[in-house]
C-alpha cells in the first residue's frame, strides 16, 4: 500500500469513528476533543465498534500514522492505565470542573445543597439516579466527606459510565500496542504520538474573527497582528491559540465553531 494510500485510508476510518451517527464519541465541552459515550448502546453493535475503533487507533500508532483525532486528557489515561482524578474533568466540561473546585474550597456545612452520593444521569432524554457507592442516595455529603464525593463524581463521569466502551476499545487497541509499550509514554505524549501538532488553518482563522473597541481587519496593529502569528512555526501558533481560547485545538468543523461561555463566539 502507498503511502498515499495509507494516510487517505486512515483519515478516512479516523472521521468515521467520530460520526455522531455511530454514537460512539461525544465532544467535550468546548467541541476540540472526544471521549467515548455513555450512551453509545442506542448503537446495539456499539461494542464491537469500539473494538474496531481500538485497533483502527493501535495501527495507526504502529504505523506511525498522525490521526486528526484529539480524545480528552482523561481517555488518554485510560489507555495508558493512568488513575484519574477530579482535575481530569476540566478536559471534558471545564465548568463541571470549577463547580467541584468550588466545593473542594468551600465549607459546605451550612448552605443547604442537600448533596448526597448520587448523582442524577441524562439517558436518552430521561433523568436517573445513580449511587456513587453502596445506599449513596440515603448518605450525605458533608465538608468533612467531600473530597471522596467529589472524587466518586469524576470516577462516575470519566470511567464507570463508559467502562464497557473502554474496556472492548483497549481490547481492540491492545493487538497492536503492547501494554508494555504503553508504559514508556505519559498522556501528552501519547497525544503527539497519535495526533501530533494541530494544523491550523489561518485562512479559517482570520475568517471567523471579530473585532472591536474601533478596530476591524484593515487597522495596521490588525495587519501585524496576522503578520506575526504567520510568521510563527506551527507549535507556536497553537500556543497562541491556547493562550487566547483557553484551548489548544480547534473545533471540528473549523473555527466557526469555537466555543465560548455563552455558546459559539469568534475568535
Same mark, same amino acid.
Given at each position: 500500500?502507498?503511502?498515499?494510500?495509507?494516510?487517505?485510508?486512515?483519515?478516512?476510518?479516523?472521521?468515521?469513528?467520530?460520526?455522531?451517527?455511530?454514537?460512539?464519541?461525544?465532544?467535550?465541552?468546548?467541541?476540540?476533543?472526544?471521549?467515548?459515550?455513555?450512551?453509545?448502546?442506542?448503537?446495539?453493535?456499539?461494542?464491537?465498534?469500539?473494538?474496531?475503533?481500538?485497533?483502527?487507533?493501535?495501527?495507526?500508532?504502529?504505523?506511525?500514522?498522525?490521526?486528526?483525532?484529539?480524545?480528552?486528557?482523561?481517555?488518554?489515561?485510560?489507555?495508558?492505565?493512568?488513575?484519574?482524578?477530579?482535575?481530569?474533568?476540566?478536559?471534558?466540561?471545564?465548568?463541571?470542573?470549577?463547580?467541584?473546585?468550588?466545593?473542594?474550597?468551600?465549607?459546605?456545612?451550612?448552605?443547604?445543597?442537600?448533596?448526597?452520593?448520587?448523582?442524577?444521569?441524562?439517558?436518552?432524554?430521561?433523568?436517573?439516579?445513580?449511587?456513587?457507592?453502596?445506599?449513596?442516595?440515603?448518605?450525605?455529603?458533608?465538608?468533612?466527606?467531600?473530597?471522596?464525593?467529589?472524587? *466518586?463524581?469524576?470516577?462516575?463521569?470519566?470511567?464507570?459510565?463508559?467502562?464497557?466502551?473502554?474496556?472492548?476499545?483497549?481490547?481492540?487497541?491492545?493487538?497492536?500496542?503492547?501494554?508494555?509499550?504503553?508504559? *514508556?509514554?505519559?498522556?501528552?505524549?501519547?497525544?503527539?504520538?497519535?495526533?501530533?501538532?494541530?494544523?491550523?488553518?489561518?485562512?479559517?482563522?482570520?475568517?471567523?474573527?471579530?473585532?472591536?473597541?474601533?478596530?476591524?481587519?484593515?487597522?495596521?496593529?490588525?495587519?501585524?497582528?496576522?503578520?506575526?502569528?504567520?510568521?510563527?512555526?506551527?507549535?507556536?501558533?497553537?500556543?497562541?491559540?491556547?493562550?487566547?481560547?483557553?484551548?489548544?485545538?480547534?473545533?471540528?468543523?473549523?473555527?466557526?465553531?469555537?466555543?465560548?461561555?455563552?455558546?459559539?463566539?469568534?475568535?
Amino acid at each position: 500500500m502507498g503511502a498515499g494510500v495509507k494516510r487517505e485510508f486512515f483519515d478516512l476510518l479516523s472521521k468515521e469513528i467520530l460520526n455522531p451517527d455511530y454514537a460512539l464519541f461525544t465532544q467535550s465541552t468546548d467541541g476540540t476533543t472526544f471521549q467515548p459515550n455513555s450512551n453509545s448502546s442506542i448503537n446495539p453493535d456499539h461494542l464491537n465498534y469500539f473494538q474496531f475503533a481500538g485497533r483502527i487507533i493501535g495501527m495507526a500508532l504502529f504505523h506511525q500514522q498522525l490521526l486528526q483525532i484529539y480524545f480528552t486528557r482523561s481517555f488518554f489515561k485510560h489507555i495508558l492505565g493512568i488513575p484519574v482524578d477530579y482535575n481530569d474533568v476540566a478536559s471534558i466540561d471545564p465548568d463541571y470542573a470549577n463547580n467541584l473546585q468550588w466545593i473542594l474550597d468551600n465549607d459546605i456545612s451550612d448552605l443547604g445543597l442537600a448533596l448526597t452520593f448520587s448523582v442524577e444521569t441524562d439517558v436518552f432524554g430521561a433523568m436517573q439516579e445513580v449511587d456513587l457507592k453502596a445506599g449513596g442516595s440515603a448518605i450525605g455529603v458533608t465538608d468533612e466527606n467531600k473530597e471522596e464525593y467529589v472524587q *466518586l463524581v469524576a470516577e462516575m463521569r470519566m470511567t464507570r459510565a463508559i467502562q464497557r466502551q473502554i474496556e472492548h476499545f483497549l481490547s481492540g487497541f491492545h493487538e497492536f500496542v503492547p501494554r508494555s509499550l504503553l508504559s *514508556l509514554f505519559d498522556e501528552y505524549e501519547l497525544e503527539m504520538c497519535l495526533s501530533g501538532l494541530p494544523k491550523i488553518d489561518l485562512d479559517d482563522w482570520k475568517q471567523n474573527t471579530e473585532y472591536s473597541g474601533g478596530f476591524d481587519e484593515d487597522s495596521p496593529v490588525v495587519k501585524w497582528f496576522w503578520e506575526l502569528v504567520e510568521s510563527f512555526d506551527c507549535k507556536v501558533q497553537v500556543q497562541v491559540l491556547q493562550f487566547v481560547t483557553g484551548s489548544s485545538r480547534v473545533p471540528l468543523g473549523g473555527f466557526a465553531n469555537l466555543v465560548g461561555a455563552g455558546g459559539l463566539q469568534k475568535f
